[in-house]
C-alpha cells in the first residue's frame, strides 16, 4: 500500500520565485522521520532537508523550508528563491519503523529562467 | 567517511540471462541495506532490504532476490530476466541505530532486450 503521496507529478516555477511541493503520509506511529530528496537529470540522490516527528519546529535549510503538519500527516517543501540548479525530480520520503524508507512517485520541478 | 559503491553504472542484457548487481558499503559496520527500483518517469519502489547478514525482507512478489553475504554487501540477483525488469536500480544504507538519512550509490541502468 503507498503510505506517502506526491499528488503534484509536475511543477514549474520561475528563477527566483518559490514554489512548494506538496507530500501526504500515512502511519500509526507517534514518532518517525521525514525527508525531501532531489534526484537531478544525473540521477544521484541528495538529501535535501529532514523532520523528526517529534518535533514542533519545521526543519530549515537555507533556502529550503517544511511545512509540518502532524495532524493532518502533510509535509511540504518550499523552496524560495528557486533557481536552475533546483530542476530535478523531488521525492518525499518516510521512515517506517526502524528499517523500512517508503518513497513517494515524486514531483518533476521545473526552473525556468 | 562513509561510501557505497555500486556497479556496474549501465548494464544491456538479454531476456531470458542472468543479472547480478552488487553494493558494497564502506566506513560503517551493521548497515540497513536496501535495494530500489526506479521505473521510467516513476518513484522509487523498494524491492528489497537486509538489517543484517543473511537476513533479507522481500517488500514486492517478482522476478528477483536478494542476498547479503558479508555485512557491508548487498547483491540484487535473477536467474532468467523479463523485459519489465528494465529500469534503474538503487542502492542503500542507513545506520540502524541512528534515524537519519539514507546514502545511496550512483545507481545502475538496467535495459532488458
Known amino acids: 500500500a503507498q503510505t506517502v503521496t506526491q499528488s503534484q507529478p509536475e511543477m514549474s516555477v520561475q528563477e527566483a520565485e518559490t514554489v512548494t511541493l506538496s507530500c501526504t503520509y500515512d502511519?500509526?506511529?507517534?514518532?518517525?522521520?521525514l525527508f525531501w530528496y532531489k534526484q537531478p537529470p544525473s540521477r544521484q540522490m541528495i538529501l535535501v532537508i529532514r523532520?523528526?516527528?517529534?518535533?514542533?519546529q519545521n526543519a530549515t535549510e537555507n533556502r529550503f523550508s517544511v511545512n509540518f503538519q502532524k495532524a493532518a500527516k502533510s509535509f511540504s517543501l518550499k523552496i524560495s528563491d528557486s533557481q536552475l540548479g533546483d530542476t530535478a525530480m523531488y521525492f518525499c520520503?518516510?521512515?517506517?519503523?526502524?528499517?523500512?524508507?517508503?518513497f513517494g512517485t515524486g514531483t518533476r520541478l521545473q526552473v525556468f529562467p | 567517511s562513509q561510501t557505497i559503491h555500486q556497479w556496474p553504472a549501465t548494464l544491456v542484457q538479454p531476456v531470458g540471462s542472468p543479472l547480478s548487481l552488487e553494493c558494497t558499503v564502506e566506513?560503517?559496520?551493521?548497515?540497513?541495506l536496501y535495494w530500489y527500483r526506479q521505473a521510467a518517469g516513476r518513484g522509487l519502489q523498494l524491492l528489497f532490504y537486509?538489517?543484517?547478514?543473511?537476513?533479507i525482507s522481500s517488500e514486492v512478489p517478482q522476478n528477483l532476490s536478494a542476498s547479503r553475504p558479508q555485512d557491508r554487501q548487498f547483491i540484487l540477483s535473477s536467474k532468467k530476466l523479463l523485459l519489465s525488469d528494465s529500469g534503474f536500480y538503487l542502492c542503500?544504507?542507513?545506520?540502524?541505530?541512528?534515524?537519519?538519512?539514507?546514502?545511496f550509490g550512483q545507481g545502475t541502468r538496467l535495459t532488458v532486450v
Open positions: 566506513g560503517t559496520s551493521n548497515p540497513n
Open positions: 520520503a518516510r521512515r517506517k519503523g526502524t528499517d523500512k524508507l517508503i
Open positions: 537486509s538489517v543484517g547478514i543473511g537476513q
Open positions: 542503500a544504507w542507513i545506520l540502524s541505530v541512528d534515524h537519519t538519512e539514507a546514502f
Open positions: 523532520q523528526e516527528a517529534y518535533k514542533q
Open positions: 502511519t500509526s506511529e507517534n514518532n518517525y522521520y
